[in-house]
Structure formats: structure tokens, C-alpha cells
């Protein structure tokens, strides 16, 4: 199977909701939600490709050459590489139900822990987004990070403690869903405070994450409350309009956290060069969402095994050219911000 392969058969079955566009920029999509767009205009997830667009990288060849290297230190363990499948959720009320949920978990989860990686996982409206996740976790060994809502407290800690059992990586937030538009109606959810965050985090050992986060003083709070890490996320654009784009916030926040906290950040990332981007930008990993679903409708789980090895080819070749043997190599002098 090919990458081409993979888009051809996609294209054939995920219309109307994806035309799978040559490059998922949020134009064709703008305000589809239920969909794959971003709110209103689209804005913020149309900003996207503009900025990585914007970021240039610094070509250099003249350096000793090693054994060239992408794993990272995560949650205490080595992985091969930075960056991880988005949780996505809604095969039927956002695609056009060519997968089940029960299939896309499977083969997300599934797929990247082939590849010796992982996947966020969904949460939703309904219950089964939450315990599927939960399944395949378990199915893979644990591998996997439960994204839940910011339910009311009490089910927060009810999902928190599930997810525990399950022995699972971490254990994340999308704090960015309180007010999500698939949801808002089932006034369910909460506006996450400090000190509820710094609550469960006091009564877990599991890693945790806060995914939707835009400010250098929201990372500061999250810093404070005790996260392991945060996603620099608008949720794709879905759930504000007219912010930045997610990576082109990295640099302020970096400079606020230090090295307190982790930093992942997704929306609008395309390719290994782009993951190279936010790398030198000042994430230490990154998040790849609709993409995915792209190549597990066009190719399922050996669809996104596939997809995940052009990235990592892609992300290769990007540090090979820049003078990069490892990570740590993947700093701010690697790029020029264009005007
Ligand atoms: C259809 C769809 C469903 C999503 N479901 C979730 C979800 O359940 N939980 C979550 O934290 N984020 C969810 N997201 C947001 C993604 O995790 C990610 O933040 C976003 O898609 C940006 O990455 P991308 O531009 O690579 O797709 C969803 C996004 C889309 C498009």
C-alpha cells in the first residue's frame, strides 16, 4: 500500500463531511461542525497553514555526523519518536460513519502502538467514546492517553479512576471542550478552576495533562496546579474563533514554564517538517489529529502505520539537512520566523 493509495480510497469514501484536500487546511471545511472545520469563519484553524508556512528552517550540513537519533523521554519512558496521535472522536457525527468508533479505536490505538507509540483517545457525549477508549488501551498494554471532558468533578474522578485501573500512560484534559458545540447542550460540563485541576492531580500518581491551553499565564496555572504537561491546542479551531495559530504561541509559553512542564502542541501540523518546526519553536512533542482519520479510512490500521512512518521519514530527513543527530539538537537558531 501506498501513501496515494491510501488518499484514493479515502477520497472515496469520506465524502461529503472530508474531501480529503491535497493539504487539511480548514478552507474547504470552514464553520462544518458537526464536520470537520473549524467554528464560524474557520479562522482558527485556517490560520494554521499560513504560520507554518511562515517558519523557515536554517539548512546546515557541515557538522559531524552521527547515529541520527528522535526518540524522547516521556511519562518515564523512551519513545521513537515526538509525536503522538490527537484524540478524535465522532466517526458518526463528524465523518460520514465509514468507520465505527468502535473500528477508528482499534486501529488508532492499535496502529501506534505497532509503531511503538500512542494515541490520545477520545471522550464524548456518550459513555461508549470513554469506555472504547479505555478498551483498546487495555487491549495495547496501556499504551494510551484517556482525553476526557472537563466533566463535573465527581465524574472527572470517576473517569480518572477507570483509567487508572486500566493502567493506562497519562491521563489528559481537553480543557478547551467546556463550552464545545457538540455538547454545550448537555450543560455537563465545567470551566476547569485551578484548584479543581490541582484537586485530581493531588489524588493520582497518573501524569497529567491539560489540552487547550493559549496563554503563557494559563501554563503558569497548570504549572502551579501540578501538570505534567499541557497541549498548546485550540481544539483544532473548533472551539474558538480568530485565535493563533497553536504553534506560534510556543515561543512566549516556553519562555513562561521553562522546563517545568512538557509541551505538546497540535493544529494544523502536516508533516515531519512542521513537527520539526514546533520542535525548534519550543514543544518537546506534537500532536497529529485529522490526518490520521485520513489514512485509517483510506488504509485502516496499516493505513495509520504508514502514515506515522512517512512522518518520521519526513522528520528524518528535516534534521538530517539541519545539522540535528538528536533532539536536543532541535533548537530556536534551526529556524527564521519570514514576516
Ligand atoms: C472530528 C474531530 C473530533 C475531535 N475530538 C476530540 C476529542 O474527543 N477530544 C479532544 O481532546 N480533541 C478532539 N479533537 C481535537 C483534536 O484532538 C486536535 O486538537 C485538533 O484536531 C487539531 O489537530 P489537527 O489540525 O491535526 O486535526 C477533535 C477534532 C476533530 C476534527
Not at 477508528?104 to 471522550?123: E, H, Y
Request: some cysteine; hydrophobic content about 40%; charged content about 20%.
Amino acid at each position: 500500500m501506498t501513501y496515494e493509495e491510501i488518499l484514493a480510497k479515502a477520497r472515496a469514501v469520506m465524502g461529503p463531511n472530508c474531501r480529503v484536500c491535497p493539504v487539511c487546511d480548514g478552507r474547504a471545511c470552514r464553520g462544518e461542525i458537526p464536520g470537520l472545520g473549524g467554528i464560524g469563519s474557520g479562522s482558527s484553524f485556517t490560520v494554521c497553514r499560513p504560520f507554518f508556512d511562515s517558519v523557515k528552517v536554517m539548512m546546515d550540513v557541515v557538522y559531524e555526523p552521527g547515529k541520527l537519533d528522535t526518540s524522547i523521554e516521556l511519562f518515564g519512558q523512551t519513545w521513537p519518536f515526538p509525536f503522538f496521535l490527537a484524540p478524535l472522536g465522532g466517526m458518526g457525527l463528524n465523518y460520514n460513519s465509514y468507520l465505527t468508533e468502535d473500528e477508528w479505536s482499534r486501529m488508532s490505538v492499535g496502529g501506534m502502538a505497532k509503531c511503538g507509540s500512542l494515541a490520545f483517545t477520545p471522550d464524548g457525549a456518550l459513555d461508549k467514546f470513554f469506555d472504547l477508549s479505555i478498551r483498546s488501551i487495555r487491549e495495547n498494554g496501556g499504551r494510551g492517553i484517556p482525553t476526557v471532558k472537563p466533566w463535573k468533578t465527581e465524574k472527572l474522578l470517576e473517569r480518572l479512576r477507570a483509567a487508572e485501573e486500566a493502567g493506562v500512560t497519562a491521563f489528559a484534559c481537553d480543557v478547551d471542550s467546556c463550552n464545545h458545540p457538540n455538547m454545550r447542550r448537555l450543560g455537563a460540563l465545567q470551566v476547569l478552576s485551578p484548584s479543581a485541576m490541582a484537586g485530581l492531580i493531588r489524588s493520582t500518581t497518573l501524569p497529567f495533562i491539560a489540552k487547550g491551553v493559549m496563554t503563557a499565564s494559563a501554563a503558569l496555572r497548570c504549572a502551579d496546579a501540578g501538570c505534567y504537561g499541557i497541549v498548546v491546542s485550540t481544539h483544532g479551531g473548533r472551539v474558538i474563533e480568530d485565535a493563533p495559530a497553536p504553534a506560534a504561541m510556543l515561543p512566549e509559553i516556553r519562555a513562561a514554564v521553562g522546563e517545568r512542564m512538557k509541551i505538546f502542541v497540535d493544529g494544523g501540523i502536516r508533516s515531519g517538517l512542521d513537527v520539526f518546526k514546533c520542535l525548534a519553536l519550543g514543544a518537546d512533542a506534537v500532536l497529529i489529529g485529522r490526518p490520521y482519520v485520513v489514512a485509517g479510512c483510506g488504509g485502516g490500521e496499516e493505513g495509520v502505520v504508514l502514515y506515522t512512518n512517512k512522518i518520521l521519514a519526513e522528520l528524518r530527513e528535516v534534521m538530517l539537512m539541519t545539522g540535528c543527530v538528536t533532539l536536543a539538537d532541535v533548537t530556536p537558531e534551526k529556524i527564521r520566523l519570514a514576516n
